[in-house]
């Protein structure tokens, strides 16, 4: 028998950490490659975000806090909710963990039980089948097509609710396709899960400042204010605030969830980290100025990206209305030779194929349940962006 659980031998592990990797490999063995994998902003935390977590070390802020989050952020975050979703909380519905990913496994560890369903679109943000398979449930994947948009329309939504779902996982602007949807689509599918009162909406936010031109960011408890008790906000200081190290998440929900997600954190990790609880403070209660300022580069970046990808042949590339993410599909090139001698069988192969012969890292469409697509993340310099780019359009150009 072997010695590790059950639990994790159906958890594979991340293949975005995995490309990131290699890349990083080849990079050190001496080779010219573009990263195109990573998954979080190229900007510096702000500097009044610093500022605050070194006058937390100086006022020696150092020790154990409060297991879900000190009532200060705790009052940050209610009021971010109140100004941005225009939602009320209590700090007593409040939960902050280690980074947006502690506070979902807590969300999903805390109401699983062996065979409760939970449905993922696809494509989905890799962590979220493998959450939900450590934390003893089983994930049903409803795929998205590139024609909505990859959007999941109401009918698919309804098509994969049964008696034994506990949770719908939502996520707009999407990663990995950058996907935002408007309030109409939302509503489309809240309606379905108003003829459905067992099944919870886990709604993960973390995109949520990062969005594009006239798009309006909205979330399913502001759409249907019927789902707020079943209802669990995610969202964290990560992407908008480019705090990825310092690993701040938060949701809000009814009261009961959050003490059972909260019993959690105290056997695990006992509190978020107290210098990166005071930075978040200052993230959510200072200027947002800089947010409009990074917008503007990330949307420059989007533009260029996505008309040199559908320049490239066989390409097609829609565009996305958030996050730092775009989702090609590879339609054109499957059944291709490359001029290495590489079949492109599938995302994969062709991932592989332009990793090792132009230096470029993407994420092959299959990671995040669906093909033939790759994803790119733009959170890079314009520099690296358009060479990578160009060398995506001669290995295209280079297929026969
Ligand atoms: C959709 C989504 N949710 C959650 C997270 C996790 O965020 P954090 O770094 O705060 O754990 C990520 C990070 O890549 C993400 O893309």
């Not at 594979?12 to 063995?29: G, H, M, Q, Y």
């Not at 519905?93 to 496994?105: E, N, R, W």
């Not at 989905?124 to 990859?150: K, R």
Request: net charge negative; proline share 6%; charged share 20%.
């Amino acid at each position: 028998m072997s010695f590790l659980s059950t639990s994790l031998a159906r958890v594979k592990p991340s293949p975005t950490i995995a490309v990131t990797n290699k890349a990083r490999e080849l990079k050190a063995a001496g080779k010219d490659v573009i990263g195109l994998g990573a998954g979080e902003p190229d900007f510096d935390t702000p500097e009044n975000v610093k500022a605050a977590a070194k006058a937390a070390i100086d006022a020696g802020k150092t020790k154990y806090t409060a297991v879900d989050g000190i009532p200060e952020l705790k009052e940050a975050i209610c009021a971010k909710f109140k100004r941005d979703n225009g939602l009320d909380y209590t700090p007593e519905q409040v939960s902050v963990g280690t980074g947006g990913k502690q506070i979902l496994i807590n969300a999903l560890m805390a109401t699983l039980n062996p065979g409760d369903e939970v449905i993922i679109p696809a494509p989905y943000w890799v962590s979220y089948p493998d959450m939900v398979l450590l934390a003893g449930g089983e994930p049903v994947i409803a795929e998205a097509s590139m024609q909505t948009g990859f959007k999941l329309t109401a009918d698919q939504l309804e098509a994969a609710i049964t008696p034994k779902t506990k949770w719908f996982i939502f996520n707009s602007p999407s990663n990995p396709t950058g996907a935002g949807y408007t309030h109409a689509e939302l509503k489309e599918l809240t309606d379905v899960l108003l003829r459905h009162p067992h099944v919870w909406v886990m709604t993960d936010d973390m995109y949520e400042h990062l969005v594009y031109g006239d798009f309006e960011f909205c979330t399913p408890a502001q759409v249907e204010p019927k789902l707020y008790d079943r209802t669990l906000t995610c969202n964290g200081v990560s992407k908008a605030y480019a705090m990825t190290g310092w690993r701040i998440g938060y949701a809000a929900g009814p009261k009961d969830l959050i003490a059972a997600m909260r019993k959690i954190q105290s056997q695990s990790t006992s509190n978020p980290c107290s210098i990166s609880q005071w930075a978040a403070v200052e993230a959510l209660n200072g200027t947002q100025d800089y947010i409009p300022t990074n917008n503007a580069t990330f949307q420059r970046r989007r533009d260029m990206v996505v008309d040199m990808l559908n320049a490239a042949e066989g390409i097609s590339c829609p565009m996305p209305e958030g996050a730092f993410y775009v989702y090609p599909s590879i339609a054109g090139c499957i059944g291709k030779t490359s001029a290495g001698g590489a079949k492109i069988s599938d995302d994969e192969a062709f991932a592989t194929a332009l990793l090792e012969e132009k230096g470029v890292a993407v994420v092959f469409g299959a990671a995040f349940g669906l093909s033939p697509n790759f994803r790119v993340s733009y959170a890079t310099s314009d520099e690296a962006l358009k060479e990578a780019c160009t060398r995506i359009q001669d290995f295209c150009a280079s297929l026969s």
